[in-house]
């Protein structure tokens, strides 16, 4: 099974790099132990490339109808340098087509949500002063709207890690598509290996993409795969729910249905039951799966990526908490 290596932004820090304010670091496991035997890492650190390492604290303050980053003890305003940094840096990652990144959690700079934003008087009112993404990671955003980001915080729950991996190896899939001089045949091609992979993440966005593409022809194939990649991308995002998942399993289990005993079909229905019980988790459902396709054969099944949308030692599929 061929996996294409991720491209993933990465705040320094998490990389081990004592990049913080108090001159430590972040390191982080998923990010060291596991993402990194499929990844190459683009490492960013706003702060301490524009104020240095060890530094003062920073909060986001908003000043009108403005947003800046001030240093509450020296009363410090670092905006315009922090914003040349992003200037710099978020053009470069755009252009190195980025699968993914992952951004420290509750950094004024980095963080992806629920960062304070302060009023001038230093005092946050809870649910009446706002809150957004850091600085350097809301401009990530504008510029690459479609980017799986998630803080590090938050892999930790092995829902939104499953939705971050699918995002990310998806992604990569179809930037070595793109890369490797499309066609309309190696387009049908993606979509046609994709299509159990999409079933379970988003039914009405998948029939969108399959009638794009069964309009393509060579003539309108760039404009197709601008508008498929649009698409393809708002489906991803989509976290993958039980009932979806449940579906495009009993989908593949129809192609075998007429072939297996009886005794193997309830073991399957028994087994899809646990999982959407919370007893087993998707792992388990698919071995039997693979076990009748290695049994019975099916060249369209065999090329789905449903099966291996990640490498397997990432184990996501092996944890019931992965699927709500």
């Not at 009446?128 to 510029?143: E, I, N, R, S, V």
């Not at 291996?308 to 092996?318: F, K, N, Q, V």
Request: net charge neutral; aromatic share 12%.
């Amino acid at each position: 099974m061929h996996f294409p290596r991720l491209k993933i932004a990465v705040s320094d820090c998490l990389r081990g790099t004592e990049c913080r304010y108090n001159g430590g670091h972040a390191q982080d496991d998923f990010v060291n132990q596991h993402l990194a035997k499929y990844a190459d890492f683009y490492p960013f650190c706003p702060e301490a490339a524009v104020i240095g390492t060890p530094r003062e604290t920073i909060r986001l303050v908003g000043i009108g109808t403005e947003v800046r980053v001030i240093a509450p003890k020296s009363n410090i305003d670092y905006t315009e340098g922090l914003q040349a940094y992003n200037d710099n840096i978020i053009p470069k990652l755009v252009d190195k087509k980025m699968d993914g990144a992952v951004v420290k959690s509750r950094s004024p700079s980095c963080g992806l949500e629920r960062i304070k934003v302060y009023q001038p008087s230093g005092e946050w009112h809870g649910s009446k002063d706002p809150m957004q993404a850091g600085l350097f990671t809301g401009d990530l955003q504008k510029a690459m709207p479609h980017l799986a980001i998630e803080e590090e915080g938050r892999l930790s729950d092995a829902w939104l890690r499953e939705t971050f991996m699918v995002q990310a190896f998806t992604s990569a899939r179809w930037r070595e598509f793109m890369e490797n001089q499309p066609t309309v045949g190696k387009f049908q091609t993606f979509h046609r290996d994709h299509k159990y992979l999409f079933l379970s993440k988003n039914e009405e966005i998948y029939r969108e993409l399959g009638a794009l593409v069964a309009t393509t022809r060579k003539h309108n194939l760039t404009e197709s795969l601008i508008g498929y990649q649009h698409k393809m991308f708002q489906l991803l995002a989509c976290r993958s729910k039980k009932g979806h998942v449940k579906n495009v399993l009993d989908h593949i289990y129809g192609y075998f249905k007429h072939d297996i005993t009886q005794d193997e079909k309830a073991h399957y229905h028994e087994t899809v039951a646990e999982f959407m019980e919370d007893i087993i988790p998707l792992i388990a459902v698919i071995k039997i799966l693979e076990q009748f396709l290695k049994r019975y054969g099916s060249d369209y099944l065999a090329s789905q990526v449903f099966f291996h949308p990640y490498p397997a030692d990432l184990a996501l599929r092996s944890r019931t908490s992965a699927y709500r």
